[in-house]
């Protein structure tokens, strides 16, 4: 007479993770931590770039997303890896990048921006603490521009401010590294 014992368990996310990313966007240091099994709150803080030509700036960005991991049940039944929340993903990025403390060539204006976006993602694991990221999405975003100029009738300085709108993309393509 045999008998075996099978035992279940719901797989859930790490409690806190610390890493750097490095890819197309973005260069940052993130934290993700748990909400709940399958929640978390990845923030972050690095730099987005723009390139036109032979025009660049480099701009600081900081980043919150809520992530919902569907599928982690599923890999572990799988026998594939769940640690550092390897797994896919929905998410909501908010992002935040200042104009004003951009590095750019001259011929460049920088203004600051935030956008709203919905993404699908997905991260695997590259051996023990390297990891691959890719998601993409699309929202909206506003750009927050400022002008200054003299009116020449009454000789003085004024300051126009202009919001942008409009659809946002969001691409991220990045190879990460786990603390």
Avoid at 102 to 122: A, F, T
């Amino acid at each position: 007479l045999c008998t075996s014992t099978l035992f279940s368990q719901d797989i859930e996310l790490e409690k806190s993770i610390w890493g750097i990313q490095v890819g197309v966007n973005p260069l940052g240091i993130h934290n993700e931590s748990r909400l709940a099994k399958d929640i978390s709150l990845r923030s972050e803080i690095g730099f987005g770039f723009g390139f036109s030509g032979n025009s660049w700036a480099v701009m600081p960005q900081l980043m919150l997303e809520p992530r919902y991991y569907y599928n982690l049940n599923r890999r572990s039944k799988k026998s594939k890896q769940t640690r550092n929340n390897s797994g896919n993903y929905l998410s909501i990025n908010l992002n935040y990048l200042s104009g004003n403390l951009s590095i750019k060539s001259e011929d460049v204006e920088v203004y600051p921006n935030i956008s709203v976006i919905p993404m699908y993602g997905l991260r695997r694991n590259i051996g023990q603490n390297f990891n691959f990221e890719f998601a993409f999405g699309i929202g909206y975003g506003w750009t927050f521009k400022e002008y200054t100029g003299v009116d020449y009738i009454t000789n003085e300085n004024y300051t126009e401010k202009q919001v942008e709108k409009g659809i946002s993309l969001g691409l991220r393509l990045a190879i990460g590294y786990v603390f």
